[in-house]
């Protein structure tokens, strides 16, 4: 399988003099394309930290990180931020949307930026998007007036208007009750069959036993690694007791 990202022995540090410290301690992390995984490790083990390194969303001290043949170290900003919106997609906790306009019009801004001309097409990509993560019938609901779930669902959405190679979650089922959470898997679990990969960070059991591996991490580095399979529907429970017993193993 192709790889679609690596991470070789990224270091990342934080803090000035006798506070300073590796946040990423020498991560080694490697993607195929279309993979799905987690990143599972406590509060402040560096998740978070991870993915805003493997993106090119912030710089690393070493090691090197190459995304789809290409190593980000070398780009300059603009082309690391040509990357990020032409081949990548980012789901957060909360998605990020303005207040004055609908859902439809949140969902279609970013890829309207000096792009007005292809307006007609980028609203016919959001709507297929919305149809498909079943908010359809929202466009023109303010963002005050959805569901959380719904919420998340129009964020998705977003992050698919440029067809990303990649799309990186960090917490995205975080504020969502566990059967929201289940129904934003199905529609990752789908995006993903049509091959997009998808690194996901959780704190949640139910969502990592969705992913085909989990790794683990503590104190900025990769301590363990869990190899599921594509998931199909079937032995949740069983992948789940996996996850948890390997959580507990390691000391999450
Ligand atoms: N910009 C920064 N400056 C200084 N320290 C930072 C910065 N960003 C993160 N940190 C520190 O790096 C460590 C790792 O943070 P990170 O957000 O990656 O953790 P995390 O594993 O994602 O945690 P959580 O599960 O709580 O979101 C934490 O101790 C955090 O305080």
Known sequence: MKKILIGDHIVKTFGEGDEKRNVLDGVSVEMGEGEFVAVMGPSGSGKSTLMFALSGTDSINNGKVVFDDRELSSASENELSDLRRTAMGFVFQQPTMLKNLNILDNIILPSMRGNRKNAAKITEKARAN??????????????????????????ICRA????????????????????????????????????????????????????????????????????????DGSDMDGRVEEVTKKMWEVGI
């Open 130 to 155: 919305m149809k498909r993560v079943g908010i359809a019938e929202l466009e023109k609901r303010d963002i005050t007036q959805v569901s959380g779930g719904q919420l998340q669902r129009a964020g």
């Open 160 to 231: 698919l208007m440029n067809s990303p190679k990649i799309i990186f979650g960090d917490e995205p089922t975080g504020a969502l009750n566990s059967q929201s959470a289940q129904e934003i898997m199905d529609i990752f679990s789908e995006i993903n069959a049509d091959g997009t990969a998808i690194m996901l960070v959780t704190h949640d059991a139910k969502v990592a036993a969705r992913t085909e591996r989990v790794m683990f991490m503590r104190d900025g580095k990769i301590v363990s690694e869990l190899k599921l399979s594509k998931f």
